[in-house]
């Protein structure tokens, strides 16, 4: 078996890296608008079973092309709520994002290994456990939609995901999204329950599906579930020695492994099962006529968008099945995109010594239809850094990417603005060749604003006027010692910032603690900074850093919370890259007061003040209920008074 997966994620990794020589054929490198980007379905099985087929088969590369692992690009990614309590913290208002916890400002939902506990949160902090779902695998995250909880999870019958690291193919994880595994007989689960009776929940509805899971979006009570699927495939030949001669023998060896298959062997399908986890129902995920292809091939794998109807969670859920790559998902109330970065001009590719040029593929739904349908396609230059990297507004689509890479100055940063014209996502304004040198680190469009932050020594802070689609600019620039990884408005005239403290040395830069900024925008072309607050020393780290949703904002009276992994010196260090010690591990508390100053409210710790730190929680959030403040993980919940946080007023043991 070890053998298999071994070889099947080899093949992978090549097919990846052979999507690659559509877009060299098509002559959209250099960041033109993608020319015939219309959609394709397939009239029979037989002709998606031969589509298919050719993708694989062609997915062997030339023996010379090795690429390896490039600079550590780190991932960084509205209001979370303005009512007596808050809520999950989002990218866009009215899109929902799943997450470990949800409340309704009652009721506690949280996700536990392989359950989730629904605890009550009464007046004063006081709470007790009211009830538990169980679940057959293990949970990812929630869904609170009115009287409705959506479970996603990993069911225990899928054998999950895997990287062997194979000697000769590093995991392009980095630079085009991929994760550091390869997803194997992967399945997602979706359990929808009634939660009307808290005490008494009950489900409604329980599917199983294959693929892993890249992303999830709830918005007009619809939720929609973005998989992708690899084939479990018989080991295929994955080089040939650069000859036309030995491609096509390859192509042939390929082909004729692959026919011996039925096309059930490269679809995905799904279970449905009842409450007492008998399954009831199987098949296809995706019906023939709602697999679709863009024009461009864009490889084999098979992207699924599941959508319920949350008004009807009982009622039959609908599946399309897009064929390509998607790395990244961002979503407007009206349309979902999806997002993937390809290599152009790999047969051109030095080991170790030059990399393919980048371009990111966008392929547009609309999600305002009765039913999910594909509606565009566009292309750009360049690396996104995560889904903040994307913003839709007034039905402009607004993309900051990034080209090249630091280590060889090559660097540089843009926003394109593209605008849907038939299947067509065409690029009708560009900023480019921001920072030269630098790389992206934070992005965030607002209505028709938008805001980067670049590093390399120092982080800079741009202002963009996108007010004219057809001519972003510049607005300002404010430079400022550290970087920033996370971006959040505070109403109109302020952005929070969280990254990284920063000290340069002899051109040699170093992470210090932590780093929340405030920054003044209402001269839209003068930032200022006006507020800094550090936390800890070398080796701090936080879960916001590279998750929004760990950060929790309270509109009505500015608190903010979010978890830190708290490293400190104990005494002076002797050098710049030394390490502090593990001290703390919890949530830490914050209000922006009136004189726009950070003020310390407390920290609730969420490890044993003895004994070893290492063993912290996985995730940490905080809830802000009326007057107190909860501190959750799947262990434990804390609660305090908002105004004497270091004062425990309850605690409650989640643990089995």
Known sequence: MMNRCSNLIGLMMSFILALT?????????????????????????????????????????????????????????????????????????GVDESDKVKTDGRYIYVAGDTDVKIIEAASEGAMKKVSQIDVNGFVDSLYLHNDTLVILYTPKNGTGSTWTGEKDITPLDIDIGMPYWIPVNAKIGILIADISDPENPATIKNIQTDGFLVSSRLTGGRLHVISQYFPDIPPIERWYDGSDADRSDTYDTNKQKLDALSLEDFIPSYQAYDSTGFMTETGRLVATENFLRPDDPNGGTIVSITTVDLANPAGDFESLGFIADAHHVYASTENLYLVSTEYNNIFSIEVETSFPDQQTRIYKF??????????????????????????????????????????????????????????????????????????????????????????????????????????????????????????????????????????????????????????????????????????????????VLFNHKALTFRSADNMLAFPVNLYEHLAPPSALWEYGTQTFNGLYVYQITDENLFEYAGRIRMTPEQGDLYFYPDWIRGIFINDSIYAVNADTITAADVQLIEEILDRIDLKP
Not at 502 to 515: A, C, D
Request: with cysteine.
């Open 21 to 93: 020589i559509s877009a060299s054929i098509s002559g959209c490198a250099g960041g033109s608008d993608v020319g015939n980007p219309e959609s394709i379905t397939f009239a029979s099985d037989d002709a998606l079973m031969a589509y298919l087929v050719d993708q694989y088969a062609q997915s062997a590369l030339p023996d010379t092309v090795r690429i390896e692992k490039t600079d550590n690009d780190l991932a960084a990614p509205g209001d979370s709520g303005e009512a007596g309590y808050s809520q999950t913290n989002i990218q866009e208002a």
């Open 366 to 543: 609309d999600l305002s239809a009765p039913t999910v349908e594909y509606s565009a396609a566009g292309q750009v230059p360049g690396r996104i850094l995560n889904q903040f990297s994307l913003g839709e507004y007034a039905g402009i689509l607004r993309i900051a990417t990034t080209t090249g890479y630091v280590w060889d100055g090559s660097s540089k940063n843009h926003v394109f603005c593209l605008e849907g014209n038939d299947e067509r996502l065409d690029i009708i304004g560009r900023l480019e060749g921001l920072a030269p040198g630098e790389r992206l680190y934070a992005a965030r469009f607002i209505k028709d604003k938008g805001y980067l932050v670049t590093f390399v020594e120092i982080d800079p802070l741009f202002t963009l006027d996108l007010s004219d689609p057809r001519n972003p600019s510049v607005a300002g620039e404010l430079k400022v010692p550290g970087y920033s990884a996370y971006i959040h408005p505070i109403g109109e005239n302020y952005l929070l910032t969280i990254g990284k403290d920063v000290t340069v040395e002899n051109n040699s830069v170093w992470y210090q603690g932590l780093q929340m900024s405030l920054f003044d925008i209402s001269n839209f072309a003068n930032p200022e900074l006006i507020a800094v607050e550090k936390i800890g020393d070398r080796g701090t780290e936080s879960e």
